[in-house]
């Protein structure tokens, strides 16, 4: 199957610092990835998705100016938390959708993000 | 929007036993996956399965579009099954996945 990978797995930062998180399919080529947040014991929330040269299309609720994604190329999307703070430590976790086919989506391994 | 429930919420089960796990949702999909969250947080794709029956091992699932309704049966339950299956539908006009609420697995050795 399609491999995602998400760099850092673990992240703590002090409260005001920016974070970036990476995303890369490394085997196919993604011209949409997703943003999502879970919270302990609940669902998967999409934060926002990502098309390849274009702008993000974000979720109702989620701030843009707050989560700054790009995603440059076909094979990387990165998310940038903007002047964290502690209501934003969260698992974060990115999907890319294979270009040709059937709109299968596969998952990166996460990014826990506290934020002191 | 969509809506998908999952049931049963939680399910202990005892190793070696079978399981049945449902997804309804509410509308037409283009697609659906099943997926199992393993504890250390990675979504492993299970099945991509917008219609009929699959198999892979001990799981395998089946969904009736029709009737907007997927069910994903675990037999031989191992301790490593253990975990949150959620499945999650796709409709093109969305042009994204919508989660279902999940169930929590735990196999008791």
């Known amino acids: 199957g399609a491999v995602v990978s998400q760099h850092p797995s673990r992240v703590i930062c002090k409260s005001g610092t920016s974070v970036k998180i990476e995303c890369r399919s490394l085997?196919?080529?993604?011209?949409?990835m997703f943003w999502y947040r879970q919270f302990p014991k609940q669902s998967l929330m999409l934060m926002a998705t990502?098309?390849?040269?274009?702008?993000?299309?974000?979720e109702q609720g989620v701030e843009k100016d707050k989560f700054l994604i790009n995603h440059a190329s076909l094979t990387l999307s990165t998310l940038t938390v903007t002047s964290a703070h502690p209501e934003d430590s969260s698992f974060y976790i990115c999907?890319?959708?294979?270009?040709?086919?059937?709109?299968?989506?596969?998952f990166g391994p996460g990014t826990r993000l506290t934020v002191l | 929007g969509i809506q998908v429930e999952q049931s049963p919420p939680d399910l202990i089960l005892q190793e070696g036993a079978n399981s049945t796990l449902r997804c309804n949702f509410s509308?037409?999909?283009?697609?659906l996956q099943w997926f199992h969250q393993n504890p250390w947080g990675q979504l492993i794709n299970l099945f991509y399965?917008?219609?009929g029956t699959k198999q892979n091992g001990r799981l395998s699932a089946t969904t009736v579009a029709t009737e907007r309704y997927s069910l994903l049966y675990i037999s031989s339950s191992q301790t490593t099954d253990s975990g949150v299956y959620f499945c999650?539908?796709?409709?093109?006009?969305?042009?994204?996945?919508?989660f279902g609420g999940g169930t929590r697995v735990l196999v008791k050795p």
């Open positions: 999907s890319a959708r294979v270009l040709a086919g059937q709109n299968e989506q596969f």
């Open positions: 085997d196919f080529q993604a011209t949409t």
């Open positions: 990502s098309n390849e040269g274009s702008k993000a299309t974000y």
């Open positions: 509308d037409s999909v283009n697609n």
């Open positions: 399965i917008p219609s």
């Open positions: 999650a539908v796709f409709k093109a006009a969305g042009n994204k996945l919508t």
